[in-house]
């Protein structure tokens, strides 16, 4: 039995910009970190006992004879593309899916560790993400961006940079007490609205043509990003994740809703400096930056949401178990 723990993300500046069709033509640069909260994969070989010869357990349960019979499209097509069967899989998380924090990529990398790890097979961080793009882009055919899979894979506060070769991951250098001090600023919050980013992601990808402008000022913001993060004024951050949620509305109406717009609204009236919608918007978690003098009162004003404590981690996806 093997079990993996893979983090997930929070994108910062430059979403859009990691999509093939844009970073080819114009390179993208994204923003982004993970945190303490994770999806966790087991993975074993199924004794021969039952009428069945594979299990897999997540919000359902399936129980199947052939890999046809899969209704788990990353399963199916990971365990065919990996020639992998007899196995119980299970997943678990401590987020709901759907929600804008990159988990099914994060259960795409954890899944293929996983696989990887059940042969005794040794694979770097930039050969899962570059797997997990594979499946979900190619095999499974899903439409979107290639920054929640690197995200998830490495671990940290990354600088990461798309041209036609493929990616680069940086780490952002700053002192413990800063990113700490990041993190104390920023809250996180459950809008109660799940969504298919797949299905935000495709009409993101066809307005892409449309917005070069608007995605290069994104991928600028992230440059600029690094630096207020390294030696700026922490605030500027959030002043800029304002500036950059209002051109991220503008790319296509299915961003944001009457619902999200309201809550952001009393959020910035309580005193949050800005925020955004994480992952591909339509609901799922809020992020703000709110500086710790006004932190109760944007508490109270959203106190009908869930709030999600969270610290920054390091590790990227971990082997946390290797027995078989």
């Avoid at 700026?232 to 009457?258: P, S």
Wanted: hydrophobic share 40%; charged share 25%; glycine share 8%.
């Amino acid at each position: 039995m093997v079990i993996t723990r893979t983090p997930f993300r929070m994108s910062f500046f430059g979403g859009g910009t990691d999509f093939p069709d844009f970073y080819r033509r114009n390179g993208g640069t994204v923003l982004s970190a993970s945190f303490d909260k994770y999806c966790y994969v087991t993975l074993r070989h199924l004794p021969r006992f039952f009428d069945y010869e594979s299990e897999f357990v997540y919000s359902r349960i399936e129980r199947v004879n052939r890999i046809d019979d899969v209704q788990h499209p990353a399963i199916r097509e990971a365990l065919r593309w990996q020639r992998l069967w007899g196995v119980r899989l299970n997943y678990e998380a401590d987020l709901p899916a759907r929600s804008g924090l990159g988990t099914s990529s994060a259960f795409a990398v954890g899944m293929l560790h996983a696989i990887h790890a059940l042969r005794g097979e040794v694979t770097s961080k930039k050969a899962l993400a570059e797997e997990a793009i594979h499946l979900e882009r190619t095999l499974c055919r899903e439409c979107g961006g290639v920054q929640d899979q690197i995200a998830a894979a490495f671990g940290g506060l990354n600088r990461i940079d798309f041209d036609e070769k493929g990616f680069t991951v940086t780490p952002v250098e700053i002192s413990a007490e800063r990113k700490a001090a990041l993190s104390d600023n920023l809250m996180l919050f459950f809008t109660g609205i799940s969504r298919f980013s797949a299905e935000l992601q495709t009409a993101h990808q066809s307005a892409l043509g449309s917005k070069t402008a608007e995605l290069l000022a994104m991928k600028e913001m992230a440059n600029e990003a690094e630096r207020v993060l390294k030696s700026g004024d922490l605030n500027d951050f959030g002043r800029m994740l304002h500036e950059a949620w209002q051109i991220k509305r503008g790319i296509t109406d299915r961003i944001t809703n009457e619902e999200i717009d309201a809550l952001y609204d009393r959020a910035r009236a309580a005193g949050a400096t800005g925020g955004k919608l994480l992952g591909a918007g339509g609901g799922g978690f809020l992020l703000l930056y709110v500086d710790e003098a006004h932190q109760p009162a944007v508490r109270a004003a959203l106190s009908h949401l869930v709030e999600v404590p969270f610290r920054f981690e390091e590790s990227g996806t971990t082997l946390l178990l290797d027995h078989h």
